[in-house]
């Protein structure tokens, strides 16, 4: 007793998630999920759909309840949404109506943080996501993309230490999403946060994570956990990368193969 040791980022423990637990409608989605992700590191969840890959974001966000199981944050047990974890979704969902600066900093705005230092912090973000120019747009004049960006860089204004993205890339054209894997990778750097970022891609996983979690079929436990062990700048292209492409690939078909079949006895029971 008594020896210090340093706290993962986050720590799912045991974490179990049934929708609608105890009605009839009581649909599993996560079972004995155990993952710790350290300070600073970037995890891709990659697994089939439907497998609880949201639903594992959603409760470290701790916008949801777990059934079973704990999750901590930085030693913390999560009970509920803190800036400190913060977010993003496939679509920007931004608000109309508001400016990019005031969306970029709607977070600190309702922290009481002063107008001054709001638009201090946005230039700041929207700098670092190339979008200084956009400032004073509204979203509707942005392309996805931007958009795309102005979410990461609202997220950034909160100062996450960890970034939770639910394939924040998923809606992007092929060269966009490059570009912006790119970006995150420079969020990453400079901020230190540790990210856990579901994807479906498994070349966006090779390209981005420093380890790779692969989940079963729903109710989705955790089949794997591969390390990417690739220097960075990565060409995906390189023999190494295609081995490890292959060797997700291999792991995640018998789960998606079991994910249809489920899926097929669902419908052929309606
Ligand atoms: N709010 C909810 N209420 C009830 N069931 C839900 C809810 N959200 C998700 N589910 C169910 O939980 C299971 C896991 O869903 P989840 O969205 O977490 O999977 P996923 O792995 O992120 O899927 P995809 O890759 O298709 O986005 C699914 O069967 C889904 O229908």
Not at 142 to 166: C, E, F, N
Not at 213 to 241: N, Q, Y
């Amino acid at each position: 007793m008594g020896i210090a040791m340093t706290s993962s980022a986050v720590s799912c423990r045991d974490v179990g998630k049934t929708w609608a637990a105890g009605s009839p409608r009581a649909h599993e989605a996560l079972r004995g999920v155990d993952l710790d992700v350290a300070p600073g590191e970037f995890v891709c969840l990659l697994g089939p759909s439907g497998c609880g890959k949201s639903t594992l974001l959603y409760l470290i966000a701790g916008l949801e309840k777990l059934t079973s199981g704990a999750i901590l944050a930085h030693g913390q047990t999560v009970n509920g949404p803190a800036p400190e974890r913060s977010l993003i979704f496939q679509e920007a969902a931004l608000l109309p109506w508001l400016s990019v600066w005031q969306n970029v900093t709607f977070g600190l705005s309702l922290h009481g943080v002063s107008t001054e230092e709001r638009r201090q912090v946005a230039r700041e973000v929207l700098a670092r996501a190339g979008l200084s120019e956009a400032f004073d747009k509204r979203p509707d004049e942005l392309s996805g993309g931007m958009r795309q960006r102005v979410s990461v860089a609202r997220a950034m204004a909160m100062r996450p230490r960890v970034l939770l993205m639910d394939e924040p890339f998923a809606a992007l054209d092929v060269q966009t999403r490059a570009k912006m894997q790119g970006f995150l990778l420079d969020v990453w750097h400079a901020t230190g946060a540790s990210v856990m970022f579901v994807t479906h891609h498994i070349d966006e996983a090779v390209a981005l994570a420093d380890r790779v979690a692969v989940f079963t079929a729903r109710p989705g436990r955790i089949k794997a956990v591969i390390d990417v062990d690739l220097p960075r700048p990565r060409d995906v292209e390189a023999p190494e990368a295609m081995a490890l492409r292959r060797e997700l690939t291999g792991l995640l078909r018998d789960e998606v193969d079991r994910a249809f079949a489920e899926q097929e006895a669902l419908t052929s029971a309606n």
